[in-house]
């Protein structure tokens, strides 16, 4: 008996001096993820979506990115800077992409990724007031956009301009401060460079002022916390990208054929889509084919300025300025009809776009065919063998933009098929087509919301076909996005 009781007390001794084993719950299971929330602001070179898509520098590199990580991509726009912080800041996107440039005061708040592309920060002001000579020397004050790094520049040159005063506006947007602008109800903002390059289509009298910073980098905004394993994933895509040539094909296609600014084309222009272009409208889209019937109509603006009775000292002539022999081919009888002329030079342009290599993509087809319809498309093959010769892709428009005014260099033109051609006038009747067909493109999406918000909104259909156009409530001419 004693010796069970001694096997009992020893047992009960060695138990109580085992530590105590508690159960660990099972850590919780994090799914991975199925879509990239990408927050962003509405505008032209950001984020915009019309009848013919999506579109936007910003959109563009978050489509690629969301294929890069096998992902569905989700665009998530918001009114203002300061909504896309505080979404961000509650974990309902994963990030920012909206045009913002880099400042220290982002770096504070949040991981900041590689630049897309860079700007310069410029005062604007109207046409018609004096010309700013200095930062101190203003008449009036400058107003920009709550949280913009607007707010950032001005800060940092109140340093050493003490009198330096300003507003900010946190219910507008910078594309209705440029909107005030040009209609003289204030004086003075300040914009990035492509933004107003690209607004001056819409609202030509906008005037770049003083340069207050140079080549700020833009970039997406990631958060602060838990973000390594996206920040890693989105250096090795823009290494990729930037490899392949992503972001000057971007940089081309937003922001090359907008520095050229002509204040007087860019009014008459838009005096000829309210006086003249309804006359040709519905020919244009009859005869488009594929093609979308404002390009036909820009470049007919670009030909005779939607003139039928327009004559080139070379002979072509009519609204769409065909050569005898390409009516002929094309089955024109009369030149001078403008109905017959419009026929003509769209069969003409669809036949440059199904005889172009089918290496040049989609996307950048239609610049190709301009620039055939206006030099030839023995030149245009001529600048693309230049542009392979030279180490370029000779399926990418901006490296054969950038090889066709060789072709005026007897150094260069001796070697090739074709010879001589005026390539750098092609390069500019690229330019300028693109510029009127963002204009006509910009002009149309606002007259469709304008006549939808006239409509009494008896369903949800309705409603959601107005938010759809995703155009902001503005006068007629332009949108631009709240950058910066």
């Known amino acids: 008996m004693n010796k069970l009781l001694l096997t009992l007390c020893c047992i009960t001794l060695l138990a109580a001096c085992q530590k105590v084993v508690v159960e660990q719950e099972k850590p919780a299971f994090i799914p991975e993820p199925t879509e990239l929330v990408v927050g962003t602001l509405y505008g032209p070179q950001i984020y915009f979506t019309s009848g013919q898509g999506d579109s936007g520098y910003d959109y563009e590199m978050a489509e690629r990115f969301a294929t890069y990580l096998d992902l569905k991509l989700t665009m998530k726009p918001f009114a203002n800077i300061g909504e896309l912080y505080g979404a961000m800041r509650q974990g309902e996107i994963d990030i920012i992409a909206a045009g913002l440039g880099d400042t220290p005061a982002r770096r504070e708040q949040f991981r900041v990724g590689p630049p897309l592309y860079r700007v310069n920060q410029v005062l604007v002001y109207r046409q018609g007031t004096p010309v700013p000579k200095s930062i101190n020397n203003l008449d ?55 933004s107003l390059d690209i607004n001056r289509r819409f609202m030509p009298e906008l005037r770049e002022g003083l340069v207050l910073k140079e080549k700020q980098p833009v970039v997406w905004l990631l958060p602060a916390n838990n973000s390594d394993k996206l920040m890693s994933e989105l250096l090795a895509f823009w290494h990729i990208e930037k490899r392949n040539g992503t972001l000057a094909h971007l940089n081309e296609k937003y922001f090359a054929h907008v520095k050229r600014f002509d204040y007087v084309d860019t009014r008459a222009f838009i005096r000829a889509i309210d006086n003249k272009l309804p ?20 470049t007919a603006y670009q030909e005779s300025h939607w003139n039928p009775n327009a004559r080139s000292p070379t ?72 542009a392979q010769a030279q180490g370029l892709n000779p399926s990418a428009w901006r490296d054969v933009k950038s090889v066709l005014p060789l072709l005026q260099k007897r150094k260069y033109y001796k070697k090739t098929r074709y010879g001589y051609a005026r390539g750098n006038e092609a390069v ?7 510029r009127y067909y963002d204009t006509l493109v910009w002009i149309d999406n606002q007259n469709m919301l304008l006549e939808l918000r006239n409509k009494p909104l008896q369903t949800a259909e309705i409603q959601e076909e107005v938010v759809d156009i995703q155009v902001p409530q503005q006068p007629l001419l332009n949108q631009s996005p709240e950058v910066n």
């Open 428 to 434: 500019h009747y690229v330019d300028s087509i693109r």
């Open 140 to 194: 009036g004050e400058i107003t920009v956009i709550t949280n913009s790094s607007f707010v950032d520049t001005l800060t940092e040159l109140q340093k050493s301009n003490p009198d330096l005063v300003w507003n900010q506006e946190k219910g507008k947007d910078a594309e209705e401060l440029l909107t005030m602008i040009a209609a003289g109800d204030i004086p003075y903002t300040i914009a990035d460079s492509t």
């Open 315 to 386: 002979g072509v002539r009519g609204l769409m300025m065909l050569t005898l022999p390409t009516a002929k081919q094309m089955g024109i009888k009369n030149r001078l009809d403008p109905y017959q002329s419009i026929q003509g030079g769209a069969k003409y342009l669809n036949s440059m776009l199904e005889r172009l290599p089918n290496s040049i993509p989609e996307s950048q087809r239609m610049w190709f065919a301009l620039a055939s319809y206006n030099i030839g498309l023995g030149h245009v093959e001529d600048a693309r063998k230049l």
């Open 279 to 298: 006359k040709y409208q519905a020919t244009f889209e009859k005869y488009a084919g594929d093609i979308d019937w404002r390009k036909l109509a820009a």
